[in-house]
């Protein structure tokens, strides 16, 4: 009877032990799971708030701080907030119809596991650029 009792004993431990190797590792594919996740929905955002910010700058009475104010707007309704940097070319007035309008915006997306996960760093610089027709 007493036999019975320490082989389960033993096999609680083991599995504690296997535990306690594999968890690290399961954790650190996890938080990868969730950085890139979130750096894949930034871009994502980005990409469309460039592309409502040439939305804005095509058309013929807009101005570059009508462009950002868009652009701003867009990045804190999605959670993104801190510095963006935007620059566009031929916007309202400045351009004739048919000119191409290009809009970039750049963002630096702080990463949350910092240095654990080192392949990212601690942000990511993530850009995109969209080119419309000045109407």
Known sequence: MMLIHKKQTARRGQAVVEL???????????????????IFMAHQTIANAARE????AVLPTSTMSDVSATISAYMTAAGL????????TNVGASGTSGDPTTV?????????????????????????????RHE
């Open 20 to 38: 306690a190797l594999i968890l690290p590792i399961l954790m650190l594919i996890l938080m990868g799971i969730v950085e890139f996740g979130r």
């Open 53 to 56: 910010g040439a939305r804005t």
């Open 81 to 88: 907030t801190g510095s963006t940097n935007t620059t566009a």
């Open 104 to 132: 970039t915006v750049s963002y630096d997306l702080p990463i949350l596991t910092g240095t654990i996960i080192p392949v990212f760093g601690p942000s990511v610089s993530l850009a995109r650029t969209t080119v419309m």
